[in-house]
């Protein structure tokens, strides 16, 4: 009879003392939760138990119990190794002595000698006797944690817990349901279903177990809710877990500076209907007239999606210090990722894809990109070449004339294909206008007309020269 990972795991878990519990560098809020709940569910069970968080608990978390247990990095814990290197030299024998202020140490070689270069220090994280690794798609993205500890992870067995349908399957055992909603989720299964462990289950570990799924879910309004999710969150709060505690500082406490960040990726918000896409941007510019920083921004390039109906992407372009990281999201579970890493390179995310450009700020990339990201689409909808970006701001903001950057060698002269060209039929597609009612809208699926053809209400000035030849001869001018 095979043994389902869930069983192996949980027998690795019962055999184990010292457990380190980590997540990726780049922390998101559903492996934070399966953090602080793996901590708090191992505790119980008698284990010693290391949990690193390499950022520290992002601020709306630490409402969360045993935010104040973890550690950024493993520190000083374990032993001072010296290592010296025999790939030239074989040693002979080795022995010590200990003096009031010192303890040296002897090598002989058999043959040659040893020198300096040969040897090396590192401080030993300890013995583990189990690693958990929580929402990560491989270990590189650990970081530095395992960048310094690469002993621990080669020698160490691996549990590997996700839903990321990225994940690479690097553990010895691997706890991997891309059909899941989050590694809260699949987490909160693995305790429920083994009895010796269900009973350790309360209102405090389910807290948190629901915290990791209402914000990988985004409180159930994304696509990836689904009936499991749904019942694993009522039979949570059956538990005792605290939604209205939950709601209250993962969505609803937001500072003045994020608050201000969030006005600034807004007024800069943009939408082209006919390409499925809406973007923004937030510049160094911006941080400093919010008086905010990146890390202020917290996770609005999901809720994009929710502010523009019948989009496909979200893209939002945040400027650091020396970098730009582009935030791709998209509600659409048929659109390949893979696909999108293939052209821009980056890591798969949940619903999405992150793109980081060194030493280039925003004016140098989004022109580059939205050209790409056009052509993309204009593949994966069947739209004609001779279609431009269709740009239809949300509030009027001045032009920026993007740099060329090393996203593709392309020769054109971008500013050239986001003139206003004519779609191919009017009318087009446009996002809700504030005269469409959605009595209006289920008049016209009744009526067999084609989604995606309601009128936009427009005045034209004929005296506006920005406004296009092809928008003047086919709609109505002021007046008439």
């Given at each position: 009879?095979?043994?389902?990972?869930?069983?192996?795991?949980?027998?690795?878990?019962?055999?184990?003392?010292?457990?380190?519990?980590?997540?990726?560098?780049?922390?998101?809020?559903?492996?934070i939760c399966s953090l602080?709940?793996?901590?708090?569910?191992?505790?119980?069970?008698?284990?010693?138990?290391?949990?690193?968080?390499?950022?520290?608990?992002?601020?709306?978390?630490?409402?969360?119990?045993?935010?104040?247990?973890?550690?950024?990095?493993?520190?000083?814990?374990?032993?001072?190794?010296?290592?010296?290197?025999?790939?030239?030299?074989?040693?002979?024998?080795?022995?010590?002595?200990?003096?009031?202020?010192?303890?040296?140490?002897?090598?002989?070689?058999?043959?040659g000698h040893f020198s300096s270069s040969d040897v090396n220090f590192r401080q030993s994280a300890g013995n583990f006797d189990l690693v958990l690794v929580f929402d990560s798609p491989n270990l590189e993205s650990l970081g530095f944690l395992f960048e310094n500890h690469v002993e621990i992870f080669s020698t160490v067995p691996i549990i590997n817990v996700s839903a990321n349908p990225a994940n690479e399957y690097f553990g010895k055992i691997n706890i991997v349901e891309p059909q899941k909603s989050s590694t809260s989720e699949i987490l909160f299964d693995f305790i429920r279903e083994n009895d010796s462990f269900a009973s350790l289950l309360d209102e405090k570990l389910a807290t948190i177990l629901l915290s990791g799924i209402i914000e990988s879910t985004g409180s159930f309004l994304e696509n990836s809710t689904t009936a499991h999710s749904l019942e694993a969150a009522s039979r949570l709060q059956n538990l005792g877990a605290n939604q209205s505690d939950i709601i209250e500082n993962i969505f609803k406490k937001k500072s003045l500076k994020t608050l201000k960040s969030w006005g600034r990726v807004l007024g800069n918000l943009q939408v082209d209907p006919v390409h499925k896409i809406t973007?923004?941007?937030?510049?160094?510019?911006?941080?400093?007239?919010?008086?905010?920083?990146?890390?202020?921004?917290?996770?609005?390039?999901?809720?994009?999606?929710?502010?523009?109906?019948?989009?496909?992407?979200?893209?939002?372009?945040?400027?650091?210090?020396?970098?730009?990281?582009?935030?791709?999201?998209?509600?659409?579970?048929?659109?390949?990722?893979?696909?999108?890493?293939?052209?821009?390179?980056?890591?798969?995310?949940?619903?999405?894809?992150n793109i980081e450009v060194p030493k280039k700020n925003v004016a140098e990339i989004e022109g580059d990109f939205l050209r790409l990201l056009l052509k993309f689409q204009k593949k994966r909808l069947g739209i004609?070449?001779?279609?431009?970006?269709?740009?239809?701001?949300?509030?009027?903001?001045?032009?920026?004339?993007?740099?060329?950057?090393?996203?593709?060698?392309?020769?054109?002269?971008?500013?050239?294909?986001?003139?206003?060209?004519?779609?191919?039929?009017?009318?087009?597609?446009?996002?809700?206008?504030?005269?469409?009612?959605?009595?209006?809208?289920?008049?016209?699926?009744?009526?067999?007309?084609?989604?995606?053809?309601?009128?936009?209400?427009?005045?034209?000035?004929?005296?506006?020269?920005?406004?296009?030849?092809?928008?003047?001869?086919?709609?109505?001018?002021?007046?008439?």
């Amino acid at each position: 009879m095979e043994i389902s990972p869930k069983d192996q795991a949980a027998a690795f878990i019962r055999r184990a003392n010292k457990i380190l519990c980590v997540t990726q560098e780049k922390t998101q809020g559903d492996g934070i939760c399966s953090l602080l709940a793996a901590q708090m569910f191992l505790t119980r069970l008698g284990k010693e138990v290391f949990t690193i968080v390499p950022h520290g608990i992002e601020k709306p978390f630490k409402f969360l119990p045993g935010s104040d247990n973890t550690q950024t990095d493993l520190g000083d814990n374990g032993d001072f190794v010296i290592s010296i290197s025999t790939k030239s030299t074989e040693v002979e024998r080795v022995k010590y002595t200990i003096e009031d202020e010192s303890v040296d140490i002897l090598v002989t070689p058999k043959t040659g000698h040893f020198s300096s270069s040969d040897v090396n220090f590192r401080q030993s994280a300890g013995n583990f006797d189990l690693v958990l690794v929580f929402d990560s798609p491989n270990l590189e993205s650990l970081g530095f944690l395992f960048e310094n500890h690469v002993e621990i992870f080669s020698t160490v067995p691996i549990i590997n817990v996700s839903a990321n349908p990225a994940n690479e399957y690097f553990g010895k055992i691997n706890i991997v349901e891309p059909q899941k909603s989050s590694t809260s989720e699949i987490l909160f299964d693995f305790i429920r279903e083994n009895d010796s462990f269900a009973s350790l289950l309360d209102e405090k570990l389910a807290t948190i177990l629901l915290s990791g799924i209402i914000e990988s879910t985004g409180s159930f309004l994304e696509n990836s809710t689904t009936a499991h999710s749904l019942e694993a969150a009522s039979r949570l709060q059956n538990l005792g877990a605290n939604q209205s505690d939950i709601i209250e500082n993962i969505f609803k406490k937001k500072s003045l500076k994020t608050l201000k960040s969030w006005g600034r990726v807004l007024g800069n918000l943009q939408v082209d209907p006919v390409h499925k896409i809406t973007w923004s941007n937030v510049s160094k510019a911006d941080f400093e007239i919010s008086e905010s920083v990146p890390e202020d921004i917290e996770n609005i390039s999901g809720n994009l999606l929710r502010f523009v109906q019948n989009i496909d992407l979200a893209v939002l372009l945040i400027e650091y210090p020396e970098r730009t990281v582009i935030q791709m999201r998209s509600a659409n579970l048929g659109l390949n990722f893979a696909e999108l890493r293939a052209i821009f390179g980056g890591e798969i995310v949940k619903n999405g894809l992150n793109i980081e450009v060194p030493k280039k700020n925003v004016a140098e990339i989004e022109g580059d990109f939205l050209r790409l990201l056009l052509k993309f689409q204009k593949k994966r909808l069947g739209i004609s070449e001779d279609i431009g970006l269709q740009k239809v701001e949300l509030m009027p903001k001045e032009e920026v004339s993007p740099k060329q950057t090393n996203f593709a060698q392309v020769s054109e002269d971008f500013s050239k294909s986001v003139k206003p060209t004519p779609p191919s039929q009017i009318p087009f597609i446009a996002p809700f206008q504030p005269h469409e009612s959605v009595e209006k809208v289920e008049k016209e699926k009744n009526e067999n007309i084609p989604p995606g053809t309601r009128s936009a209400e427009v005045m034209i000035d004929p005296n506006n020269s920005e406004i296009p030849d092809w928008l003047k001869k086919n709609l109505p001018k002021m007046g008439e």
